[in-house]
């Protein structure tokens, strides 16, 4: 649905192709279609699981009150999923993840705090996320930086000698933040990394929120 490089030839027999129009309002439907496959278009709006395979995602007021946390990531990324569908503006998808109050919504909501310079919001999330991991420790360095460079006016071409040490322990922190440390480095000092890519972790697996969503 809406993925037209991946179903522009589809010939599987006995196969029926749901089509939907994509934020844009294009319609992509397989164009080279064989006599056994039917193409049906899904009703719109959101939700479209009355047409098509899959659970319709929970309204964010369901999804804020599931107690478990994990459960609570794995509807609101559901609901995303259809937000970027529909086209929804940032205001409508910071919304939802700040009402979630998990870690992993925390972790994604600190660089939007930082870029629209909401301290309330910055702090709180702050202060509500553990130092007791590497990725997390590491993370918060990151962004605690980002807020200092953004909230004094510099660019990230005028880190201090202090934040650029930061800088190069998160480099070397193996963490999910180490990329992004490297990409600094690069862009101030032309330094080059060559990494080995561990396994993503479970929350941050396409593929696995792909099998997770249906």
């Not at 979630?100 to 600190?110: F, G, H, I, V, Y």
């Not at 980002?146 to 006016?153: E, L, M, P």
């Not at 880190?159 to 480099?171: C, D, F, G």
Request: proline share 7%; charged share 20%.
């Amino acid at each position: 649905m809406g993925l037209a490089p991946y179903f522009a030839d589809a010939s599987v027999p006995d196969f029926t192709y749901f089509a939907r129009p994509d934020a844009g309002g294009i319609t992509y439907v397989p164009q080279n279609v064989s006599t056994n496959v039917n193409v049906e278009m899904c009703t719109p709006p959101i939700p479209v699981e009355e047409n098509c395979s899959g659970t319709p995602p929970k309204p964010p007021g369901q999804i804020k009150i599931i107690s478990d946390e994990w459960e609570r990531n794995r509807e609101a990324f559901k609901l995303l999923q259809s937000y970027w569908e529909e086209g929804a503006d940032s205001a409508t998808i910071a919304a939802l993840f700040d009402d979630l109050q998990t870690e992993e919504s925390r972790l994604r909501m600190l660089p939007y705090y930082v870029v629209s310079g909401d301290a309330a919001k910055y702090n709180d999330a702050m202060n509500n996320l553990p130092d007791s991991d590497t990725d997390t420790y590491y993370l918060k360095q990151l962004y605690q930086l980002y807020w200092q460079v953004q909230q004094s006016g510099r660019t990230y071409m005028q880190l201090t000698a202090a934040e650029e040490v930061t800088v190069r322990q998160i480099a070397h922190s193996g963490s999910r933040a180490t990329f992004e440390a490297h990409a600094l480095l690069y862009m101030l000092y032309g330094e080059e990394f060559q990494n080995t890519l561990a396994p993503f972790a479970r929350c941050s697996s396409y593929l696995y929120w792909h099998q997770q969503l249906g």
